[in-house]
């Protein structure tokens, strides 16, 4: 993206920057437990449910979405098979809550656990390449992860989809078969992990997988395992990126082929371009805007491609920048994440 | 998991004469897509998603032309020509917008266009499948070779693609115009301070690229559904056959598609669950062992 920091200390460092860094996730803190807030509070203001919804499929691609900006923004990674966590995470949720009926936090753990398992495979063997090479290498690993979930109709149940419906056993005294609980479920976990994500972007690691992403070599020469960073980062990002998945195979009760098709990565890739790349709310703000657009197109036409494909190519050929570039412009900050 | 499947079927000379002709059909389209798409990358540097898309078109063009004009070599030429001029236009007017930036925007202008085109496909032509059938000039009974059939129109699609290897090895090496692409490839300022038009040796090279697509498709048509999305698996096993062969590198595109072909005709008996799979690991192990391919000259690291 041309916003592109240069952004090369690491907070933390030095005193002053330890200072500045307790400042800044202090300030990330209060920002996350408002938001939270505004989100607890939304539905007794707005009793929809078409609004809470919404606003759990947001949850779930808010997450995703911003979990492929680690990649994409933060270490210059263009992945474009994201989608194979966001099915692999709802996969093997969907089918631990139907196989084993362990409680929905343990097979979140060890759905989280299948996609660290998976990223790291994949990883090892795609970050070590050049740019263009890793962007159609995750592309045809995802279409493998795909045509797996398509054949192995026994497991997962073909292109039909894993059916049946998720179980939803209350825990905590929790439970999301009812709408709002639910929804406040999701609203919590989409801060929490935005939360954490933050942290480790603000991070030193964050800071030196943007060191890597400006310029690897000179990171090398600093001592820096560049390729070790890469992967980390892929990892990191596949956990969320299936944590994202998850919710969605909640919300929806099920798992579906689409989850790991190559649209689902196309779609996580445009969001992160309509919000902006160089924010970190930027991607997270793009899932918005684009599921408003999804929602709308189905309104009015059939052919949603041609609608979509045509606004992709106004952003990437026009305007090239995100929406929360333009905010920040018109705000006077230059400031790159 | 069937090996004796395999075994009995290598015991047999017609079921590997049968085998062994349908892995040459799926090498021989698949040889032409990669050659495309591998193309393309030496040359311009960008790898073109829209690829698969562009073998679609082809096969609908191809469709539309035979069933108008009921002749065979009509439909390839609309097939063929017709994409080469879109690729041409896409590439002048949206491509060409994207080389300086990054990968990110060169991704989305072609994930932009699968998307267009599917739709346009699905508007023009209707969601449906489409069955063109073997032309009436190769309606003959097919051929016998060493106790196996092979039907003619697969001989005839077998030997086109031999052909125009063979013609773009001789364009590429022997001729001053290959020397001059190649030339581009290896270092696009210098080629232009000589003097050449790199604008427009870019424009031709995918013009070429997309012709090959349009061609496979066209040639696919007869023998293959014609329906919306049938480009993008054919889009990655191209993929995997230029990593196989080595990016950049079309001799390296046509070994690798004949054995993605013969592994997956084969495969089809002996393993059908891990024929992919297989394909996979063949990509996963050249990546690790030797990144650049089994033919490439440049490095994927």
């Known amino acids: 993206m041309s916003a592109r920091g240069d952004a090369m200390s690491t907070p933390g460092a030095s005193p002053r920057g330890r200072v500045r860094r307790a400042a800044s996730s202090g300030r990330d803190l209060l920002v996350a437990a408002a938001g939270l807030a505004v989100l607890v509070v939304l539905p007794f203001v707005f009793s929809s449910p078409l609004l809470l919804d919404f606003m759990i499929r947001l949850a779930a691609f808010a997450i995703y979405a911003t979990s492929l900006n680690i990649l994409i923004g933060y270490g210059g990674m263009v992945s474009f098979g994201h989608g194979m966590f966001f099915g692999a995470g709802a996969y093997s949720f969907a089918l631990l809550m139907q196989k084993t009926g362990v409680s929905i936090p343990v097979a979140i753990v060890g759905s989280v656990a299948y996609c660290a398992v998976l990223a790291l495979v994949v990883g090892v063997i795609c970050v070590r390449l050049k740019e263009i090479y890793f962007s159609f290498l995750t592309l045809a690993f995802q279409m493998l992860v795909h045509s797996v979930i398509i054949s192995w109709v026994t497991l997962t149940g073909g292109d039909q989809g894993l059916t049946g419906g998720i179980p939803r056993p209350p825990f905590l005294g929790i439970d999301l078969g009812e709408p709002r609980p639910m929804y406040w479920f999701a609203a919590t976990v989409a801060v929490l992990c935005l939360l954490a994500m933050r942290h480790l972007m603000q991070s030193p690691f964050g800071y030196t997988l943007r060191m890597v992403r400006d310029n690897a070599e000179r990171a090398q020469f600093l001592g820096i395992q560049v390729a070790r960073i890469r992967l980390a980062a892929f990892v990191i990002a596949g956990c969320f990126g299936g944590i994202g998945g998850m919710l969605m195979a909640l919300f929806v009760s099920g798992a579906f082929p689409e989850f790991a098709y190559w649209t689902t990565s196309g779609e996580a890739v445009f969001m992160i371009l309509m919000g902006g790349a160089a924010r970190f709310l930027g991607p997270a703000t793009g899932a918005v805007m684009l599921l408003l657009l999804s929602d709308l197109i189905t309104r009015f036409t059939e052919f949603h491609g041609i609608v979509l494909g045509v606004t992709v190519l106004v952003f990437a050929l026009v305007f090239r920048r995100g929406v929360t570039d333009f905010i920040a412009q018109a705000l006077g900050r230059s400031r790159a994440a | ?301």
């Not at chain 2, 799979?277 to 490095?299: D, H, N, Q, T, Y």
Request: proline content about 4%; hydrophobic content about 60%.
């Open chain 2, 1 to 301: 998991m069937d090996p004796s499947a395999l075994a009995s079927c290598f015991a047999s000379l017609s079921c590997v004469v049968t085998q062994t002709t349908s892995g040459l059909i799926i090498g021989a389209l698949l040889f032409l897509v990669a050659a495309g798409l591998t193309l393309i990358f030496g040359v311009l540097g960008v790898v073109n998603f829209t690829h698969g898309s562009f073998y679609m078109l082809g096969a609908y063009f191809a469709y539309s032309a035979y069933v108008a004009s009921g002749s065979f070599a009509l439909a390839i030429a609309a097939g063929a020509l017709g994409v080469a001029a879109f690729g041409l236009v896409f590439e002048r007017v949206f491509m060409r917008r994207v080389y300086g930036s990054d990968v990110l925007m060169q991704l989305l202008v072609c994930y932009a266009f699968i998307l267009i085109l599917d739709d346009v496909v699905k508007m023009v032509w209707g969601p449906e499948f489409k069955s063109m059938g073997v032309p009436d000039a190769f309606r003959m009974p097919p051929v016998s070779v060493a106790g196996g059939v092979v039907p003619a129109f697969y001989l005839f699609l077998i030997g086109a693609t031999a052909v125009i290897a063979l013609a773009l090895w001789v364009v590429l090496v022997k001729t001053r115009l290959g020397k001059v692409v190649r030339a581009a490839a290896i270092n696009p300022q210098m080629t232009s301070a000589l003097g050449v038009n790199t604008g427009a040796i870019y424009g031709a090279v995918f013009a070429v690229g997309s012709l090959l697509a349009g061609l496979a498709g066209a040639l696919a048509a007869p023998v293959r559904s014609v329906a919306p999305g049938m480009g993008f698996s054919i889009l990655i096993e191209s993929f995997i056959v230029t990593v196989i062969g080595g990016m950049g590198s079309v001799s390296g595109a046509l070994v690798g598609a004949l054995l993605i072909g013969l592994v997956r005709s084969f495969g089809s008996i002996g393993f059908p669950l891990f024929v992919e799979g297989i394909m996979f690991l063949a990509m996963a192990v050249i990546l690790v062992v030797k990144p650049s391919g089994l033919l490439g000259r440049e490095a994927a690291r």
